[in-house]
């Protein structure tokens, strides 16, 4: 943990990760009306950053989302944003939720050099902190609500030189923020990721 302070899993995050807003705050409220227990409501909540938002690469979009309101309203965002997304849903319900990376080969190749990817981790007073990852699915990639055992979007390759890093940070890093604010489109930002763990 990055921090010892359970508020700071808990805060708002100006232009990032708000729950106050108008369409986070309103699924927030769906998602509290559909589900009772802490537990359900964080995999309604994950189901709804993986499935609902489309990723960005996926659907070779040039729109960037940064923020979880940008993402819910559009729809769409690559990882970073849909953990934003994510962490928003459940701090708004007050579920500690933090930020979590990985050094993933950016096209599967050693030749195409690499890419942090972002997901989330939460806490549950039945299970403590566990990592979930709302990258969304596709041939391939099978990421799941799994408290148990981590079902990730991306097994580690540490032989290519792949990274898993076990930090849980408060705050997204400002090095990918940095990127998602000034790539012109999402095709830029797809070569603008950060490389490696840079706070």
Known sequence: MQSDLWEDYLKEIPGVCEFSTPYVATKIKKIKAAANTPYDRAKLAFKVARDEIQHSFDTQSKVITISAEEALTKKEGICFAK???????????????????????????????????????????????????????????????????????????????????????????????????????????????????VQ
């Open 83 to 197: 953990s934003h997304l994510l962490a928003a849903l459940l701090r708004g319900m007050g579920i500690p939720a933090g930020f979590c990376y990985q050094r993933v080969l950016r096209k599967g190749t050693v030749d195409s050099g690499y890419a942090l990817h972002g997901l989330n981790a939460l806490y549950l007073s039945d299970t403590g902190w566990f990592r979930v990852d709302p990258r969304g699915n596709k041939p391939g990639i099978d990421s799941r609500f799994s408290p148990e055992i981590e079902k990730l979007a991306y097994p580690i390759r540490h032989e290519l030189g792949e990274v898993d890093y076990p930090d849980v940070f408060p705050s997204p890093l400002s090095s990918v923020l940095t990127a998602m604010q000034t790539s012109k489109d999402c095709h830029d930002l797809f070569s603008n990721r950060p490389q490696e763990l």
